[in-house]
């Protein structure tokens, strides 16, 4: 343990007083008893302050960009025309200026990143005005391992606001429309990518899922997207909400394009501390697509009872989903329904981590990582002034009050018993998957919603998105992977009553990808989601 005691010299500029241990003990509702204790503390705190200030003097350490080989071209707002979805943040074109990726996974592919991923140089905007210049100095891993594959990095996706809203209405930027429907929600929090991978704008795109954040998207605007086993594929240099529930992952049109961009990005980086036993190296990262298509006789699909009849949910489209899995014994598969009770209270579970960790990261409290802090991000956003909060939009000035409240006023021991009772959520998926090979269930309990007015207050918002990511969230929760695949249409309940996109889910134990692709390829290629009915 290394020495506190106050050196001989202090350094001008050390501002510690006797009266700061005072005021610290008194925070705690404590003091000291003895005035030589006092002292003793003084000396101490001004000693560990000397050494604190030698590391805020020092340079950070981040990973390096090599931007001859990857320069950055053409960095732009798109406006008018240029971006006429509304889905792009900032546009650029980023690719390898070498032959050293020429036959990559990746070779020419188009692939977006959200725009709560970290790429040097391109502005980052985080779908809010809380911030509004904050440029970051590095690549996430996601953005570097796409590149090195030969992929083109064309811009930032626009994002909903602090990646804290599942509907496509919260962006500083804007609206975006339902690929499908004018008017209607393309989900969220990775709303700009759903748009652009639906619309084709882009073959793919890396999102993020805290919630649901990529399959709700996916699902709504009738593509594919995968939340993987969480740290399978590195959160590096992306902006946090939770670690516990961080997740970034593949958005394509099709099952097989979603393996492609999943191998490209997956494995360690040793810099993702998430990333556990189980979690292949780079080099051997299994060949999704191929395992995708080895087929599915004899595997066993268990339909989620719970999943079927969530609150605010579509009888039509739990039964499409219910009728798209049983399609499945055609191919060979043995498909039942499964009951697993406590699914119905991972949203509840979800507050604890989601609002009490969350309000942790959001104010830089969050501690015990091996990550890369993305410090430049940190000063943009502290201190949290009131114009700050004036700017958030409901989903993060509700999570300030909620998760303020909670560190206030709650028992210091219910952030850990739910941290447990994740761990027993967990345990009884696994049971389950003891006996089935992938869980099914709609991935939303209902269409997609008309957007709401602009000018709603905050609970008005609130109701709005209520219920979107009721079977999603568990799978942030226990670090399941959890894939949507589009399975059908049904019309809006709402005028003018659009057809819109089903999403379905499916789920397996961690690291069984290849298990969730096998299942999702077999079905799109055997039926037509968009005329399966």
Not at 499 to 528: C, N
Request: charged content about 20%.
């Amino acid at each position: 343990m290394s020495a506190t005691l106050a050196p001989e010299t202090v350094s001008e500029g050390n501002p510690i007083t006797s009266q700061d241990v005072v005021n610290t003990l008194a925070s705690l509702d404590l003091k000291v008893s003895k005035p030589q204790d006092l002292a003793d503390f003084t000396s101490l705190l001004t000693g560990i302050w000397e050494m604190w200030n030698t590391i805020d003097k020092m340079e950070d350490y981040i990973p390096a960009v090599d931007e001859e080989r990857f320069p950055r071209k053409y960095v732009h707002r798109p406006t008018g025309t240029d971006n006429e979805t509304n889905a792009w943040a900032w546009k650029c074109d980023i690719r390898d200026t070498t032959d050293m990726s020429k036959g990559g996974l990746l070779a020419g592919k188009t692939v977006n990143m959200k725009d709560n991923i970290a790429v040097k140089g391109v502005p980052c905007l985080l779908g809010t005005n809380v911030i509004q210049d904050w440029v970051p100095n590095t690549d996430a891993t996601v953005v570097t391992r796409v590149l090195e594959a030969g992929g083109i990095v064309p811009g930032k996706a626009v994002c909903e606001n602090m990646s804290m809203w599942g509907v496509s209405t919260s962006a500083a930027t804007g609206q975006m429309s339902n690929v499908w429907a004018p008017g209607f929600s393309a989900g969220g929090s990775s709303s700009g990518t759903g748009v652009l991978v639906g619309k084709g704008i882009t073959w793919g795109g890396m999102g993020g899922d805290q919630g649901g954040s990529i399959r709700i998207p996916s699902a709504v605007n009738g593509i594919v997207g995968l939340k993987p086993t969480t740290g399978l594929v590195p959160y590096t240099g992306i902006a946090s909400l939770e670690p516990i529930i961080d997740s970034t992952g593949p958005m394509t049109k099709t099952v097989l394009d979603n393996a492609l961009l999943l191998q490209a990005t997956a494995g360690a980086d040793f810099i993702d501390d998430r990333q556990q036993a189980g979690c292949p190296l780079p080099g051997q990262v299994p060949d999704y697509p191929a395992l995708a298509q080895t087929g599915v006789k004899g595997l066993k699909i268990g339909i989620l009872k719970e999943g079927l009849d969530q609150p605010l949910g579509d009888a039509r489209l739990s039964a499409l989903v219910v009728k798209a899995a049983k399609a499945l014994e055609s191919l060979g598969c043995i498909v039942e329904e499964v009951s697993v009770p406590m699914h119905k209270l991972a949203p509840t579970l979800w507050t604890a981590p989601g609002r009490m960790s969350g309000h942790a990261s959001l104010v830089a409290h969050n501690c015990g990582r091996r990550v890369l802090c993305l410090n430049d991000l940190t000063e943009k956003v502290l201190p949290l002034t009131q114009e700050k909060f004036d700017n958030m939009f409901a989903g993060s000035s509700n999570a300030v009050v909620t998760g303020k409240w909670a560190w206030d006023h709650l028992p210091p021991t219910l952030l850990g018993k739910a941290t447990n009772l994740i761990r027993k959520l967990r345990d009884e998926y696994y049971a389950a998957l003891d006996k089935y090979d992938v869980l099914v269930m709609p991935t939303m309990p209902m269409l997609a919603q008309k957007l709401p007015s602009t000018k709603l207050g905050i609970v008005e918002f609130m109701h709005n998105s209520n219920g979107v990511s009721l079977n999603t969230s568990a799978f942030n929760l226990t670090g399941l992977p959890a894939l949507s695949m589009p399975v059908g249409f049904l019309p809006s309940l709402q005028d003018p009553y659009p057809k819109l996109p089903v999403g379905m889910m499916i789920v397996s134990k961690f690291y069984q990808e290849p298990t969730i692709y096998r299942v999702a390829y077999a079905w799109e290629h055997a039926f037509d989601w968009k005329t399966f009915e």
